[in-house]
């Protein structure tokens, strides 16, 4: 791939979000690096996104079954992919980027590197405070010092799909994202599946976007209805996500084992202290707990 001369497709996925997609949308459109293509996978959504993306002449748009951010960034990075497009940029429909927020990827310093497997974006909130929720991971806070000092980057261990820019040749190497994650955990893993492939990934600070949810808790897991489907994703998926993690990079399935028993107890321990659960969000905590014990989906 030239670097001089790169091609770049944006990957939105929605289900029922249509305001939040109209300005997702209009901000990719604004940005000072023009996008090659804009694709938006709709999850069949009802709220009349479907046809505001038929007046929509700009936009390449692919309608499929409901099948979560996981199955419609498996369908939009593949399709993007396959058109040969050498740099793919996913962004969650609920997040807003600055006029400048690809520039500012593509101008970093270890854009240029043949090793980078993706590019993430600092997210902050509506209030431009942290966003819990997009915090990519870290080997260690040394690893930080070194990267700042370096390049002015940090080097991560994952991203979340709020922004982030993936290279072509990291695709060709590990594939797409895992369709039965459905929500919640699929960008962890497709992320740490590409470091674990021998690539690099970076927080580049400058690059800044706003995540608009309602909601950000330190701790999510306090503050979800656990009668939902979605309390059932975020638990399992978040299970198999903490002991990958140990086994990609301290290569040790027991100390993902442990790492999953302190994770139920830290919830556990913080509801009671709180008062915050009810019974039965301890029965289903437990079981959602069990259930991702046993989860291992496996990569297209």
Known sequence: MNKNNFRIAAVVVTYNRF?????????????????????????????????????????TVITQENS??????????????????????CLDTDVVTKPNTL???ISAGVFKSEEV??????????????????????????????SLTG???IDVISSSFGSVLFNRIAISKVGYPIPAFFIWGDDIEYTMRIIHAGYKG??????????????????P?????????????????????????NRLFKNSSILGFLAVIKFYWENVYESLYSNRWKMYNYFNFTKCIIIGLFFNPKAK
């Not at 996008?35 to 009349?48: F, P």
């Not at 979560?68 to 940029?89: H, L, M, N, P, R």
């Open 19 to 59: 305001e939040l997609l109209r300005e997702c949308v209009d901000a990719i459109r604004n940005q000072t690096r023009k996008l090659d293509e804009i694709i938006v996978v709709n999850n069949s959504s009802t709220d009349g996104t479907e046809k505001w993306l038929d007046e929509q002449k700009d936009l």
């Open 68 to 89: 979560g951010s996981a199955g419609g960034q498996f369908t939009g990075i593949k399709t993007a992919y396959e058109k040969g497009y050498d740099w793919v940029w």
């Open 103 to 105: 520039e500012k990827l």
């Open 117 to 146: 497997g993706f590019l993430t974006s600092h997210i902050l909130d509506k209030n431009n405070k942290v966003s819990y929720i997009n915090i990519p991971y870290i080997k260690t806070f040394s690893d930080v010092l070194e």
């Open 151 to 153: 390049n002015h980057a």
């Open 202 to 219: 970076y927080l580049i600070l400058d690059s800044i976007a706003n995540h608009l949810n309602e909601d950000n808790f330190s701790n």
């Open 221 to 245: 897991f306090q503050n979800l209805n656990f009668n939902s489907i979605k309390a059932f994703y975020a638990v399992r998926n978040t299970v198999y996500i903490i002991k990958l993690r």
